[in-house]
């Protein structure tokens, strides 16, 4: 048996670091055939991501695991453990408490298999997804200018996302956001030609267009 070729690596939950370390050597030494060719094996694949990896120092401060988008033998038949992996951040609820990441930045859209439209909505009323630092966040619905300032998160993406969900809940209220396929910049765009003149009626009057309070109205009316 050959090892897999075409193994595609994603950094997720560091706690299971060593477990697929483990699971790897084990395979190796499983497969009598399988020559030193394995040192060779491309970028993407289990074997070059821990090599290349665990001795750089921003991993040895934060060990990170690796899941299997795609196994082949002797794993194929078995992906409960590494399913269970992946969707641990997916499946785990916001926190009871407010929580906003200390960062100071708005982490990436989480890694899942669904449209930008459906990730928006996710993030923004039921909860954030960190992958890179496994970590959920409560929604952004909760993240108010009074929490923002707490962690000092002055982030343009915020107001990116809010744009976005907008347009998804406002403009495209009648599509399924399973079967919007826009990208954050076409979202965007449409959150912002869509409300061009009632931002200049506010401009005009001087009162200030905030973005949050659109999502926040329009969440609650959806409630």
């Not at 399924?176 to 009626?201: A, M």
Request: proline share 4%.
């Amino acid at each position: 048996q050959e090892l897999p070729q075409n193994i595609q690596a994603e950094i997720i939950n560091q706690n299971e670091f060593s477990v697929a370390k483990q699971d790897f050597e084990a395979t190796k030494a499983n497969n009598k055939n399988v020559s030193d060719s394995c040192a060779s094996v491309e970028t993407n694949s289990l074997s070059s991501r821990i090599k290349s990896h665990q001795c750089k120092s921003d991993i040895a401060k934060k060990p990170h695991v690796f899941f299997y988008k795609k196994l082949s033998k002797p794993y194929e038949n078995d992906t409960s453990a590494l399913s269970n992996i992946q969707t641990s951040l997916y499946l785990q609820p916001a926190p009871k408490k407010t929580r906003l990441p200390t960062s100071g930045r708005v982490p990436k859209l989480c890694d899942m298999d669904a449209t930008v439209a459906r990730k928006i909505i996710i993030a923004f009323e039921e909860k954030v997804i960190d992958m890179e630092a496994s970590v959920v966040y409560s929604p952004l619905r909760l993240w108010a200018t009074s929490e923002r300032r707490k962690v000092n998160l002055k982030d343009s993406n915020f107001t990116v996302r809010c744009v976005c969900y907008y347009a998804i809940r406002k403009v495209l209220v009648n599509h399924d956001p399973d079967g919007i396929n826009f990208t954050t910049t076409q979202l965007r765009r449409i959150g912002l030609e869509s409300t061009s003149k009632k931002r200049s009626e506010f401009a005009i009057s001087g009162k200030p267009f905030y973005w949050f309070d659109e999502c926040m109205s329009i969440y609650n009316s959806r409630s």
